[in-house]
């Protein structure tokens, strides 16, 4: 079964830039769909980003247009996250996911189309 496996988190200065990644394990990821989610304390968990399977396409939910970067590399299964000018409304954990279907639902929690997600790793934008 594919695992994931979040890296990168930290504590970063609001307008400061960090990088998310993701490593797949234990299968390729190169048939799903790869997005980001978070979930900020006391809020549902939302989606920020999605990249297709073959890296051709990306979805950004409206917060992060602009300054998150999705890219993925399936030859070495892995999915990473730019994140750039951050600001405090940024802070959450961070989830990667793998999803069957197109990147605009599979970004979407409630459409229920994740089939993996991974532990998560905490980004606080704080000065």
């Known amino acids: 079964q594919l695992q994931l496996e979040e890296s990168g988190g930290g504590l970063v200065q609001p307008g400061g830039s960090l990088t998310l990644s993701c490593a797949a394990s234990?299968?390729?990821?190169?048939?799903?769909?790869m997005a980001w989610f978070r979930q900020a304390p006391g809020k549902e968990r939302e989606g920020v980003a999605c990249?297709?399977?073959?890296?051709?396409?990306?979805e950004y939910e409206d917060p992060v247009k602009g300054r998150f970067t999705v890219s993925r590399d399936n030859t070495k299964n892995t999915v990473n996250l730019q994140m750039n000018s951050l600001k405090p409304e940024d802070t959450a954990v961070y989830y990667c996911?793998?999803?069957?279907?197109?990147?605009?639902?599979?970004?979407?929690?409630?459409?229920?189309?994740?089939?993996?997600w991974g532990q998560g790793t905490l980004v606080t934008v704080s000065s």
């Open positions: 996911a793998a999803g069957m279907g197109a990147c605009d639902l599979v970004i979407v929690p409630a459409a229920g189309l994740v089939e993996v």
């Open positions: 990249i297709n399977s073959r890296g051709s396409l990306t």
């Open positions: 234990q299968r390729s990821l190169e048939y799903y769909s």
